[in-house]
């Protein structure tokens, strides 16, 4: 078996790299995960990078290349702007995020693991890069509230005093003595440990879960606390303002009624043609979900 440098770096960019110290879901993360060129940019190249020593402290890291020179791109997470990432002269470009910003980092107020990461041209709307994330986050977590006489890891943090987010099941969470929250992430974090209202907004996609199954779904912009966000499964991120809203992407621009096969059944959703294809969906001549044109088991396409 070929273990040479290049065999390893082209494992990485192939796929993705997953680590977490088992028996805790608030060990340490790290996932290193390949960005796939769309048909707008075959020659994109990128990866995205999360770290997380705990769960509710860490960075994540955009990088691309080969895209188009002296261009914005909007960074969509699960349907929301969360940032922006600005190529050089060269198309090269990073956009960086912490749960402690400073410098040029924005910050870390949505959980991107499981979710859809998509690098999108701010001019034309094209998705020039995207991936889903790989989760390693339990569906049984729930972000517990631990102070530092609920739980020793405070002090072994340097976190002396302070309440911190753990992603724990509810009766790890309740035999610890901390309290239970209605998020199930600690990003946001929801035990009350919030920069300044002024300068962060929330982000809500129209279905109240941060997910949606159209391309293009109205996302609503709150003044919330970031325990609040958290409460409502939304994404903080750093405005202002909610005039114009900064939650908004580009819209894509053009979308299909696609007929998504889903345990047998088909679902209808308004997709890009990519993301249809992508989906193994089947594009629809109808211009709209309701009445739904796919039908239990059909494809809603022309034969």
Same mark, same amino acid.
């Given at each position: 078996?070929?273990?040479?440098?290049?065999?390893?770096?082209?494992?990485?960019?192939?796929?993705?790299?997953?680590?977490?110290?088992?028996?805790?879901?608030?060990?340490?993360?790290?996932?290193?995960?390949?960005?796939?060129?769309?048909?707008?940019?075959?020659?994109?190249?990128?990866?995205?990078?999360?770290?997380?020593?705990?769960?509710?402290?860490?960075?994540?890291?955009?990088?691309?290349?080969?895209?188009?020179?002296?261009?914005?791109?909007?960074?969509?997470?699960?349907?929301?702007?969360?940032?922006?990432?600005?190529?050089?002269?060269?198309?090269?470009?990073?956009?960086?995020?912490?749960?402690?910003?400073?410098?040029?980092?924005?910050?870390?107020?949505?959980?991107?693991?499981?979710?859809?990461?998509?690098?999108?041209?701010?001019?034309?709307?094209?998705?020039?890069?995207? +991936? =889903?994330?790989?989760?390693?986050?339990?569906?049984?977590?729930?972000?517990?509230?631990?102070?530092?006489?609920?739980?020793?890891?405070?002090?072994?943090?340097?976190?002396?005093?302070?309440?911190?987010?753990?992603?724990?099941?509810?009766?790890?969470?309740?035999?610890?003595?901390?309290?239970?929250?209605?998020?199930?992430? %600690?990003?946001?974090?929801?035990?009350?440990?919030?920069?300044?209202?002024?300068?962060?907004?929330?982000?809500?996609?129209?279905?109240?879960?941060?997910?949606?199954?159209?391309?293009?779904?109205?996302?609503? %912009?709150?003044?919330?606390?970031?325990?609040?966000?958290?409460?409502?499964?939304?994404?903080?991120?750093?405005?202002?303002?909610?005039?114009?809203?900064? %939650?908004?992407?580009?819209?894509?621009?053009?979308?299909?009624?696609?007929?998504?096969?889903?345990?047998?059944?088909?679902?209808?959703?308004?997709? +890009?043609? =990519?993301?249809?294809?992508?989906?193994?969906?089947?594009?629809? +001549?109808? +211009?709209?979900?309701?009445?739904?044109?796919?039908?239990?088991?059909?494809?809603?396409?022309?034969?």
């Amino acid at each position: 078996m070929l273990m040479d440098g290049r065999w390893i770096v082209a494992a990485a960019l192939a796929g993705s790299i997953v680590s977490a110290l088992p028996g805790d879901a608030s060990a340490r993360t790290r996932i290193v995960q390949a960005l796939s060129p769309t048909a707008h940019a075959p020659g994109a190249r990128g990866t995205a990078k999360l770290v997380m020593p705990s769960g509710s402290k860490g960075r994540f890291s955009i990088k691309a290349r080969h895209l188009a020179g002296d261009t914005s791109f909007d960074v969509v997470v699960n349907k929301v702007k969360v940032g922006t990432l600005a190529t050089g002269p060269g198309g090269s470009g990073i956009a960086r995020f912490s749960t402690s910003p400073r410098g040029r980092s924005a910050m870390l107020g949505f959980d991107p693991r499981g979710a859809e990461i998509e690098v999108r041209d701010a001019d034309s709307g094209d998705d020039d890069l995207d +991936t =889903d994330m790989p989760d390693d986050h339990p569906d049984s977590a729930i972000g517990c509230c631990l102070g530092e006489n609920d739980d020793d890891q405070g002090d072994e943090e340097g976190d002396h005093g302070e309440t911190e987010c753990h992603e724990l099941t509810a009766a790890e969470c309740g035999a610890k003595g901390g309290t239970a929250t209605t998020a199930t992430s %600690c990003l946001p974090n929801p035990c009350g440990q919030n920069p300044p209202p002024s300068t962060t907004v929330c982000c809500l996609a129209h279905d109240g879960e941060g997910e949606s199954d159209d391309d293009d779904p109205e996302v609503e %912009c709150e003044h919330l606390s970031s325990s609040d966000c958290a409460a409502g499964n939304g994404t903080t991120v750093q405005a202002t303002s909610c005039d114009p809203n900064p %939650c908004l992407p580009v819209p894509p621009p053009q979308l299909v009624i696609c007929c998504v096969p889903d345990d047998g059944e088909s679902e209808c959703e308004r997709l +890009t043609p =990519d993301h249809c294809t992508a989906a193994k969906g089947t594009a629809s +001549t109808a +211009t709209s979900c309701d009445p739904d044109p796919c039908g239990t088991g059909g494809d809603g396409g022309d034969d």
